[in-house]
């Protein structure tokens, strides 16, 4: 059993859990103590079980782990009518993002305590990435790899807003085997749930499966596209969460969606395969939502006047979903959190939206009422 802090050690604590990779000099400044006095209580946080080592990974048994991909973004903004064939004026920028990266960072805005394991190469892409992902996860396991090249995604964007054409190097991700991920996933057998998307292999998202299943910890599938469709295990029992759309669902089960009842009836077939809990979005259209107990509901997209970037809003959807389900919310409620979290996202410039909180969520959902 974990002792209890003295106020020193809380203090430390808590600034250790916002930053797992600040410094001891960082902490003795904002502390007002000494480098010596701060290694001290490092040292006894250590004995005491809150936190192993340097990076200093917090020992949180309600710590949420993400898995998969962390990419930098890159946008061009067409001006004017795209024309085949020729140059086109456009505006770029350049970010980060990735599905699960995108779902950690919403989730650590949210207040959510949240690891994030991924691959990356040692370059420049990867510290753009690090500096802007670590104030809101730790990323003390990602896998660094020197051979390798950090997952990027470039995506061609509309006078619209809409997404015409995109280009997904996510070959590193493939190296991330069971055999590397054992020893970090080990770190989190009392995680209180893992999400993983499936630029992960085959493989390993079947490893996480049944990892999740052996130490009862919930788990939520994220799918990224169609293609990837054919790396969900072929056994879904005991799958918490499977939050798809209705391009990949369409593929997985080979079948056109053309209404509302095909909608629906793709949702049953996913709960039919045993997964506990299931979101199908549909564009414009909303998402249906549905497990066993409560039915399958229909949670209508909210209106937007002005789209600005498209770009992430999905992840933001998943993120709120994942978040309103851990606050205990019904399952409508869990999918207006998604829906007004995307929403938000889309009109600005952002993958993540930058005024994104729990208590912004929380007045967010009182407007939608």
Known sequence: MEQALNENEQKLFTLIRKNP???????????????????????????????????YVVNDTKQIVSIGGANVDRKFYVQGNLKQGTSNPIKSTQSVGGVARNVAENLGRLGINISM???????????????????????????????ETTGSYTAVIDQNGELVLAFADMAIYDSITPEILQPRLSKFAQAKCLVADLNLPAETISFIQQFALANNIPLV?????APKMER???????????????????????????????WEASVQRWLDLGIENVVVTNGKKGALIG?????????????VTEVRDVTGAGDAFSAAV????????????????????????????????????????????EELQ
Request: proline residues 3%; glycine residues 6%; hydrophobic residues 40%.
């Open 21 to 55: 990779f600040i410094s001891q000099q960082e902490l003795a400044d904002e502390m007002n103590l000494s480098r010596p006095s701060v290694a001290n209580l490092i040292s006894g946080l250590i004995k005491k079980g809150y936190i192993q080592g340097k990076a």
């Open 117 to 147: 394991i991924t691959a990356n190469g040692m370059d420049a892409e990867w510290s753009q990435i690090e500096g802007a992902s670590s104030p809101y996860m730790n990323l003390a396991q990602s896998i660094p790899l020197a051979n």
């Open 291 to 303: 497990n066993n107990r409560e039915g399958i509901q229909h949670i209508p997209a909210l209106e």
């Open 232 to 262: 969900l295990p072929k056994d879904l029992q005991g799958l918490t969460w499977l939050i798809t759309n209705r391009d990949e669902t369409e593929t997985f089960f080979n079948v056109n969606i053309t209404d509302e009842a095909d």
């Open 322 to 365: 994942i978040y309103a389900w851990l606050e205990g919310e019904s399952l409508a409620n869990i999918a207006k959190a998604g829906a007004i979290n995307s929403a938000k996202t889309i009109q600005t410039n952002y993958t993540v939206r930058q005024d994104l909180s729990a208590q912004q969520l929380r007045l967010d959902m």
């Open 221 to 225: 599938l994220i799918t990224v596209s």
